[in-house]
């Protein structure tokens, strides 16, 4: 066998590793989507049944029509609120944190740093009570204050993010502004903010995930169903002490998927770009 054939043999080996691969963790995913168009007493009888043999696209009606006459589309309502508004509230406020860290000289600065930089270890089961406690004492339980409001205060990993970026932007550019004029504000808005937007995006993707997924928070602090979020109403289908209709939550499981792939293939190259952290291109 001669190196062109040995080359062939690599990659097609490589190629079938990968699709082997890439099929068993779409496995789950695929599974999902073929059980939504399931009956709901074969989903688990014939488990081991990618697909139905008799397709009910009604799941997807009745899952829409929800419970207690409260409709998917008020879920979903509820969840763009929420995650439009915290998405927006982190991203303004650790960029300008962010730019406070890198650019602006103050006392106890890597002290603050430091203390900011060690709230990202504190796992949230830690930081759950108080904050409820807090909250409640404001009176915000059954709002959705505690799920937006903290977030116009800075998110670490963000401001992390976004920081490491501006760190590659030359501060000769800023000395450059001043002497045209610009003070701290208008170095800010118009040099720097434009330069870090795939920090600024690929920040607002994670946080449209997170928010997106979150279920732990609108569990401690939503009371009244017509506020829940789609994470909440897809868990209320799952009832132990009646018949579950498991086609119709695999079916709003399926629906749930579609706006995060779709913001994912849109901005998938803000991803890139604001993770590796390139700087300025020519």
């Not at 695929?30 to 009888?45: D, I, N, R």
């Not at 890198?102 to 089961?125: D, H, Q, S, V």
């Not at 204050?145 to 993010?161: M, N």
């Not at 118009?190 to 979150?214: C, E, H, K, Q």
Request: net charge positive.
């Amino acid at each position: 066998m001669n190196t062109k054939q040995k080359k062939l043999t690599k990659k097609v080996v490589q190629h079938v590793l990968l699709s082997l691969f890439t099929l068993i963790m779409l496995y789950p995913l695929l599974w999902m989507v073929g059980s939504s168009f399931k009956e709901s007493s074969e989903v688990f009888v014939k488990a081991y049944q990618l697909f139905p043999d008799e397709w009910k696209f009604s799941n997807y009606s009745e899952g829409w029509r929800g419970f207690a006459g409260i409709s998917f589309s008020t879920f979903y309502k509820n969840t763009f609120i929420i995650v439009i508004l915290a998405t927006v509230g982190s991203i303004l406020s650790s960029t300008v944190i962010a730019y406070g860290f890198a650019r602006i000289n103050f006392r106890f600065k890597k002290m603050w740093f430091a203390i900011m930089m060690g709230t990202m270890m504190l796992p949230f089961e830690m930081t759950m009570i108080p904050q409820y406690v807090m909250f409640n004492y404001f009176g915000w339980v059954d709002t959705y204050l505690p799920l937006v409001l903290p977030t116009f205060f800075g998110v670490p990993f963000f401001i992390f993010l976004i920081l490491q970026f501006m760190r590659t932007i030359p501060k000769e550019l800023d000395q450059a502004a001043r002497i045209d004029g610009c003070n701290t504000v208008s170095i800010f808005t118009r040099i720097i903010v434009p330069l870090v937007v795939p920090a600024m995006m690929t920040s607002a993707i994670f946080s449209f995930y997170w928010r997106w997924d979150d279920f732990m928070a609108p569990l401690l602090y939503l009371q009244t169903p017509t506020k829940y979020p789609v994470s909440l109403a897809l868990k209320l289908f799952s009832d132990p002490e009646a018949v579950t209709n498991w086609g119709a939550m695999f079916a709003m499981t399926t629906l749930s998927l579609l706006p995060i792939m779709i913001i994912f293939f849109i901005f998938q190259r803000y991803i890139v770009d604001g993770i590796s952290t390139s700087g300025l291109k020519g």
